[in-house]
């Protein structure tokens, strides 16, 4: 009998790519494990980062999201800046994150 890992722990932990949207995200976040993005470029650079850094095909992640592959590669490469939030939600769902938007009030930093 060997003693080994059960597959689940065998499973390659997917690390989130660390910069600074994601750094803004997490300190914004008031649970473990989410992100809140104040700003929709630092969402946008994420999702791009997650997408780069996974390794699944562009043309599989498009399939999954119900897009071309070339926009997931353009989303990727940066030439996308402001793509439809389902290109978004598409592409994180593809990837195994769920995306929620809660209604809330918007602080603006201002007091009084």
């Known amino acids: 009998m060997t003693m ?7 499973r390659r932990v997917r690390r989130v790519v660390e910069d600074a949207a994601t750094t803004r995200g997490r300190d914004a976040s008031d649970t473990s494990g989410e992100f809140h993005f ?6 946008v650079k994420f999702t791009a980062g997650l997408l780069r850094q996974s390794s699944l095909k562009y043309s599989a992640v498009a399939k999954a999201g119900s897009m071309s592959p ?19 939600t598409g592409i ?9 938007i ?5 602080t603006t930093g201002r007091k009084g």
């Open 4 to 10: 080994g890992r059960s597959s689940r722990e065998m």
């Open 38 to 43: 104040g700003d929709t470029s630092d969402y």
């Open 70 to 88: 070339t926009t997931c590669s353009n989303l990727a490469s940066g030439k996308t800046h402001y793509p439809r939030f389902s290109t978004m």
């Open 92 to 100: 994180l769902g593809a990837l195994g994150y769920e995306t929620v």
């Open 102 to 106: 809660r209604a809330g009030g918007v």
